[in-house]
Nanobody
Framework: QVQLVESGGGLVQAGGSLRLSCAAS????????MAWFRQPPGKERDFVAA????????YYADSVKGRFTISRDNAKTSVYMEMNSLKPEDTAVYYC?????????????????????WGQGTQVTVSS
């Protein structure tokens, strides 16, 4: 059974930092995309960042470019996201996602429907 388990969320003041972790079990995703999405209260789930299977290619939402960094450790089947200069609008439940196929194009990384496995989410709250 495949599981993704997120950790590292919490309450932080604006301008602060957090590091999210996502540990996968049940299969390896070393050749597959892994990503972070977030869902603010009362809103839809949005793309935040994604990493190609090797980690050599990364994608970011415009709203987090320059502040968030996604990385992965395929030996540990984990993906991370360093979040700096946090803003109140970053408040959301953050979800880790993984795909069981190799994407053929960059657009695939941005769509939640392309991911097959999801974690339970971790709350990030940024106070002003």
């Amino acid at each position: 059974q495949v599981q993704l388990v997120e950790s590292g969320g919490g309450l932080v003041q604006a301008g602060g930092s957090l590091r999210l972790s996502c540990a996968a079990s049940g299969r390896t995703f070393s050749g597959n995309a892994m990503a972070w999405f977030r869902q603010p209260p009362g809103k839809e789930r949005d793309f935040v960042a994604a990493s190609s299977g090797s980690g050599g290619i990364t994608y970011y939402a415009d709203s987090v470019k320059g502040r968030f960094t996604i990385s992965r450790d395929n030996a540990k089947t984990s993906v991370y996201m360093e979040m700096n200069s946090l803003k109140p609008e970053d408040t959301a439940v953050y979800y880790c996602a993984a795909s069981r196929r190799v994407f053929s194009g960059g657009r695939d990384y941005y769509s939640p429907s392309q991911y097959n496995y999801w974690g339970q989410g971790t709350q990030v709250t940024v106070s002003s």
